[in-house]
C-alpha cells in the first residue's frame, strides 16, 4: 500500500496533519476501560498538549461542577474513560473532517459532513437496536469512518473533484474512485491513515471494510456490519443532496446478520433529514 502512486503523492502533498503513532495508544487504553490503569492513561495523554488542553477545555465547559478541572487526571476520573475515548476521537475527527483544511474547488465537503452525521446517527440507530456493541462508540466512529475522504480532500484535491465530477453524472463512488485513484479506494486510503497514525485494530477494519464487511476480521465484524448498513441508508441521503436517483441498495446478508428489516431501515430514512440538520449544527469540530 505505502508503494502505491496515491498514498506516495499524499505522503509528498505536504498538508496532510501528523499525529504520533503513541497517540493510538491512548485510544487502545481507552477502548478498554476496565483493564486501563489511570496513571498510564495520564502520562500518555501528556505526551500531547493539544488534545490534553482539549480534554479540560470541553470538561470546564460543559461541567456543571463548582470547582475548576486543571489537570487531565481530574478530567478522566471525572469523565471515565468512554468519554474521555470520544474527545479523543473528537481530537482526530478536528483534524480531519470538513472545515477550513478542505482544498477541493468542486466536491462540497459541507455536504458530504452531512452524510457523515447521517452516518453516525443511522449506526447509533442500528446499535440502539440490535445491542450488538456501544452506540455511542458507533455514533463517534460514524464521523471518522470516511476519513479516506478527507485526507483526499486535504492532500489531494484535484484528483476527489474529478471523483465528484464522475458521481454527479451518475457514476457510483467506488467505482469513480478506482477510476480516478488507480484502483484505490476511499476506505484503503482510510484504512492506511488509520493504520499509520498507529489507531487501534477496531477502528481499523471499520474505515477500511464499511463498504466490503464480509472482508472484515471475525473480532470486529458486528462493529463493520453496522457501519456499513449505516453508511448505506446515509448514502442514499447523500445522493439526494447531489440531485442523483441513484439508490443505494441494501445487502439482505448484512440486515439478516443483524435481525433488522425493511421497516427498521425506513423508519431510520425518515428520522434522518431533520435529525442531521439539528446535530450539523451542534457538533463543532
Not at 17 to 41: S, T
Not at 95 to 120: E, M, V
Not at 137 to 153: P, S
Not at 264 to 278: Q, R
Request: charged share 25%; with cysteine; net charge negative.
Amino acid at each position: 500500500m505505502d508503494e502505491h502512486k496515491i498514498i506516495s503523492l499524499i505522503k509528498a502533498s505536504g498538508h496532510l496533519p501528523q499525529i504520533p503513532k503513541d497517540f493510538g495508544e491512548i485510544l487502545k487504553m481507552l477502548l478498554e476501560p476496565v483493564e486501563y490503569n489511570i496513571d498510564q492513561c495520564v502520562e500518555n495523554f501528556s505526551r500531547f498538549p493539544q488534545l490534553e488542553v482539549a480534554l479540560i477545555q470541553v470538561l470546564n465547559y460543559n461541567s456543571k461542577l463548582n470547582r475548576e478541572i486543571k489537570t487531565v487526571k481530574d478530567a478522566i476520573n471525572y469523565l471515565g474513560a468512554k468519554n474521555a475515548k470520544i474527545i479523543a476521537i473528537s481530537y482526530v475527527t478536528r483534524l480531519l473532517l470538513p472545515d477550513n483544511k478542505g482544498r477541493a474547488k468542486l466536491f462540497k465537503n459541507n455536504q458530504y459532513w452531512k452524510h457523515c452525521i447521517g452516518t453516525s446517527l443511522a449506526a447509533y440507530m442500528i446499535t440502539d437496536e440490535t445491542k450488538l456493541c456501544n452506540k455511542d462508540k458507533m455514533f463517534t466512529y460514524g464521523l471518522i469512518h470516511d476519513i479516506g475522504i478527507t485526507v483526499l480532500d486535504i492532500c489531494l484535491p484535484d484528483y476527489l473533484d474529478k471523483i465528484y465530477e464522475l458521481q454527479l453524472k451518475g457514476i457510483h463512488q467506488i467505482v469513480a474512485e478506482k477510476i480516478v485513484l488507480n484502483g484505490l479506494t476511499h476506505a484503503e486510503v482510510g484504512m492506511w491513515i488509520c493504520k499509520e497514525w498507529g489507531l487501534p485494530d477496531e477502528i481499523v477494519e471499520v474505515v477500511g471494510f464499511h463498504h466490503s464487511p464480509l472482508l472484515a476480521a471475525e473480532k470486529y465484524v458486528d462493529e463493520v456490519k453496522i457501519m456499513h448498513l449505516a453508511d448505506s441508508i446515509s448514502t442514499n441521503y447523500y445522493e439526494k443532496l447531489l440531485g442523483n436517483d441513484t439508490t443505494f441498495i441494501y445487502a439482505d446478508k448484512i440486515m439478516e446478520a443483524l435481525n433488522v428489516d425493511n421497516v427498521f431501515i425506513d423508519n431510520i430514512i425518515k428520522k434522518l433529514p431533520s435529525e442531521i440538520g439539528k446535530l450539523s449544527r451542534r457538533i463543532i469540530l
